[in-house]
């Protein structure tokens, strides 16, 4: 017989908003996707895969535009979370997420990578309430891995 767990406050919300955390995605070189080290989960970049698999691709200011950035950006935040629960087993050991890194494939003339990452930072909040805000970077890259559209990385404050 199975025994039934109780699902965390956190998925509890995550559930109650229709929003499905993707399976946490598996390092594609010589890396792990999380250290726990000093009471910080440090999550290594993600990408934007999409609920079904396919990976966001393009280079904002050339073949891609804000709103495919700010959505790619919103995949890579919910890939996050996928490491935090595969890391913590409980997302409600989530204390604060402290800092998220942005890095954004884009033209030199693009200058939005911030409203880009802004669809990974407003999830943040919707997930994690005040605990979601957090400090950030947004940086304009030549490209990213797999030519990947946006690449997000974050620090995560954890209980023990």
């Known amino acids: 017989m199975l025994m039934a767990f109780p699902m965390s406050r956190i998925e509890d919300h995550l559930a109650a908003q229709g929003i499905a955390l993707p399976v946490a995605a598996a390092p594609v ?6 250290v726990l080290a000093g009471g910080l989960l440090h999550i290594s970049g993600q990408l934007p895969f999409r609920a079904e698999g396919t990976l966001m691709t393009g280079k904002l200011g050339d073949t891609r535009d804000l709103d495919w950035g700010a959505q790619a950006a919103e995949r890579c935040a919910l890939m996050l979370v996928a490491q935090m629960k595969a890391a913590l087993g409980d997302l409600d050991r989530v204390e604060r997420i ?14 939005d990578q911030p409203k880009v990452a802004n669809g990974a930072s407003e999830l943040m909040v919707r997930i994690f309430g005040e605990a979601g805000r957090h ?3 947004a940086v304009g890259v030549p490209s990213l891995p797999l030519d990947a559209s946006v690449e997000i990385d974050a620090i995560v404050a954890v209980r023990a």
């Open 98 to 111: 402290v800092k998220l890194g942005a890095f954004v494939a884009s033209t030199p003339d693009f200058t």
């Open 135 to 137: 400090a950030r970077s």
């Open 29 to 34: 070189a010589a890396y792990v996707p999380t």
